[in-house]
């Protein structure tokens, strides 16, 4: 049986042991990594551009397909790029894109943005129809705008990396031409950036819908055939443009891309994917990500188009 002495020896023993335990400071916690700052960036129109705004390039009914174009003021004739914008198909994102447009024209090239139809006023291939209406028109155009209607690209994110993917693997597929603007006039073109898109409706969409899809394209089961035709997957072939693929670090994964990529390759068609660190989705509408994609886009139409 323990002593009295003892017990008391062990009562104080714990005191001294919770008091230093009590009184112990406590070790600094490591700082959470900061988030990427997005800082917003507005349209600064250079005095090296001029911006011809707002120029109809094809009419379907009441509905009016609508051009803004950047053309270098310095004399010559130039590669051109057509941008088109985002927004899941039913939203207009054009203001949004004019930073990336501007800084793309002051590299040397003329810059049109195109305004298409959205889900909301005409389903796909509307959209698609439209924007071949506005290449057709560049070309129509080029000694108006100095271009040279032999060097044009296309380039597109999001909803507008979808139809920058479908220009440039579709360029003279009759049943997606549409009949806008100038018919006589080709849609092939020389070089393709997809930003943050997916190229495979088909897979993405096989479980489950998203909204601005069914919206833009039906409900999937009831139009198969339509999510495939929309998926520029679907058309790769011999012939198609250098196809460069730019994605977000921080954005969901682009179904069909690396399939794609195979695809292009096995027919020796150029094509990278470049990955910006720590970008979100729509990465190029924000710094820093926006000069880091305006010099890939540059770079990678200067190698094709240049």
Not at 22 to 47: C, H, I, M, R, S
Not at 98 to 125: M, N
Not at 142 to 154: C, T
Request: proline letters at 7%.
């Amino acid at each position: 049986m323990k002593t009295l002495s003892a017990i008391l020896a062990a009562t104080i023993a714990v005191a001294f042991a919770s008091a230093a335990f009590a009184q112990a400071p406590e070790k600094p916690k490591t700082p959470a990594p900061a988030k990427p700052k997005f800082t917003k960036v507005l349209p600064a129109l250079p005095d090296t551009l001029a911006l011809h705004e707002k120029i109809e390039c094809s009419r379907v009914g009441d509905f009016s397909v609508l051009l803004d174009i950047y053309v270098p003021k310095a004399p010559g004739k130039y590669p051109a790029i057509l941008l088109i914008h985002g927004g899941g198909w039913r939203a207009r994102q054009v203001e949004a894109d004019k930073p990336l447009a501007e800084r793309l024209a002051q590299r040397g090239y003329v810059v049109a943005q195109v305004a298409y139809r959205l889900s909301t006023d005409g389903k796909f291939p509307a959209a698609l129809h439209d924007c071949k209406a506005a290449l057709r028109f560049l070309r129509a155009h080029a000694g108006e705008y100095h271009l040279d209607p032999e060097r044009i690209g296309v380039a597109g994110g999001s909803a507008g990396g979808q139809l920058s993917g479908l220009m440039g693997m579709t360029g003279g597929v009759k049943e997606l031409e549409g009949t806008g603007g100038e018919p006589e006039q080709s849609t092939a073109i020389k070089a393709c950036i997809v930003m943050a898109a997916t190229m495979d409706f088909v897979e993405s969409n096989r479980m489950q819908n998203n909204e601005a899809v069914i919206q833009y394209l039906g409900k999937f089961d009831e139009n198969k055939a339509l999510y495939a035709q929309a998926s520029p997957i679907t058309h790769v072939k011999q012939g198609c443009p250098p196809t460069l693929f730019l994605e977000g670090e921080h954005d969901t994964e682009k179904i069909g891309r690396p399939e794609m990529q195979v695809k292009l390759r096995a027919l020796g068609v150029p094509t990278e994917v470049i990955t910006l660190k720590g970008a979100p989705h729509p990465f190029w509408m924000s710094q820093p990500w926006l000069d880091e994609t305006a010099k890939a886009a540059g770079d990678w139409f200067d190698k094709y188009l240049k």
